[in-house]
């Protein structure tokens, strides 16, 4: 099976990374009551860590390595679009070189943290209002129908899209890696 490629705000990986794994944790308090026993409480979901080991080989191998630091140095949250996993905004945490880097050859480990999208960091109209002295703009959207080896990620570059944006105006989307042929993909 072909995977598409692993992707992070602007940087494509190559190819994808070798190994990688994700953990899902969630916090349990514990209170000891009277006479030996204990009460447990559940106190939701944690973050999700996104791990993984990948190398770069060739001869830009290290130019590659430098193009993904400057992504890691970028710092704040960014879509993180995995072939596997549900899309995730997340940060970059941490980056690592495995062994001293050689012009043709770079082995790296690196570390995703998801953020917790239960808040929005922008203002939005609330029922439809606009603001003192201003007129809400309507949205204006029009469809696309998906063609048989098109990709989201291309469909965005053909109406000169950011990826995010087409995936805010499409929330039915749930991996972008995954759409269908004939399906209709909103275009804001």
Known sequence: MLLAPMRYKNYIWPHNPATYSISYERQVAVHKVPFGRYYMQDLGMSLRTMRGQGEFAGADAYDEFKRLASVFYGGGPGLLIHPLWQISNAYFTALRLEQEPLPDYVRYSFTFQERFDGYSDELSILDGEAPAG???????????????????????????????????????????NLIHVGEAVAIP
Do not use: F
């Open 134 to 176: 201003r007129m809400a703009e309507p949205v204006q959207t029009a469809s696309h129908t998906v063609a048989a080896g098109e990709t989201l990620w291309a469909i965005a570059q053909r109406y000169n899209l950011p990826l995010e944006r087409l995936l805010e105006a499409n929330p039915g989307i749930k991996n972008p």
